[in-house]
């Protein structure tokens, strides 16, 4: 299956809000909420920030929030601060029984 | 506090077999959830192999299925990673994972670095 899409790159100064959008089909993000969120600073193994669509884990701030319409589902990071440069993948459940990921998005903190 | 941790040679050669473990520590891999495989080759995204329940049952990336086996030892609480026929298309930083209970990776080992090379 193909990958999800995601921007290459956002960024934004601290404080302000960004946000992420990860596209895909009826196939996996527009038909099941079963879209997840990863982030992975430099070096380091990924680390969940959102599952089916919108829940934060426990432990991760609330300034992380997604969403999902149709095909499209949406990380925002409000309240930008430096620890939160890294990337950030998002991932879903498929049709077929698989996951599939999206390229990944570098946030840059200004 | 669920802790996964990554074993096994970080060089094999073309057309050999890829061979990991990963080992769980604070949760027993009998008892329950999905516990699997992801890879992410070098400055590239991530890539779901596949997963093994507690059960033994399995579920696998289509691209990879033919070239791959996943297997648990409950005994010592591990669950393991074969592929086979390896190429430089293989070399990639190797992630063992817990699959929460909605379809979410919510455990993730420090990963491992296997290159495939003569």
């Known amino acids: 299956q193909s990958a999800l899409t995601q921007p290459p790159s956002v960024s934004g100064s601290p404080g302000q809000s960004v946000t992420i959008s990860c596209t895909g089909t009826s196939s996996d993000v527009g038909g099941y909420d079963r879209v997840s969120w990863y982030q992975q600073p430099p070096g380091t193994a990924p680390k969940l920030m959102i599952h089916?669509?919108?829940n934060r884990p426990s432990g991760v701030p609330d300034r992380f929030s997604g969403s999902k319409s149709g095909n499209t589902a949406s990380l925002t990071i409000s309240g930008l601060q430096a620890e939160d440069e890294a990337d950030y993948y998002c991932?879903?459940?498929?049709?077929?029984?698989?996951?599939?990921f999206g390229p990944g998005t570098k946030v840059t903190v200004l | 506090q669920v802790q996964l941790q990554e074993s096994g040679p970080g060089l094999v050669k073309p057309s050999e077999t890829l061979s990991l473990t990963c080992t769980v520590s604070?949760?027993?891999?009998?008892?329950?959830?999905?516990w699997g495989w992801i890879r992410q080759p070098p400055g590239k995204g991530l890539e779901w192999i596949g997963s093994i329940y507690h059960s033994g049952s399995t579920y696998s990336n289509p691209s990879l299925k033919s070239r791959l086996t996943i297997s648990l030892d409950t005994s010592k609480n591990q669950f393991s990673l074969k592929v086979t026929s390896v190429t430089a298309a293989d070399t990639a930083v190797y992630y063992c994972t817990r699959e929460g209970t909605t379809e979410r990776f919510d455990y993730w080992g420090q990963g491992t670095l296997v290159s495939v090379s003569s």
């Open positions: 604070g949760f027993s891999i009998s008892s329950g959830y999905y």
């Open positions: 991932s879903s459940y498929t049709s077929s029984n698989s996951y599939v």
């Open positions: 089916d669509v919108s």
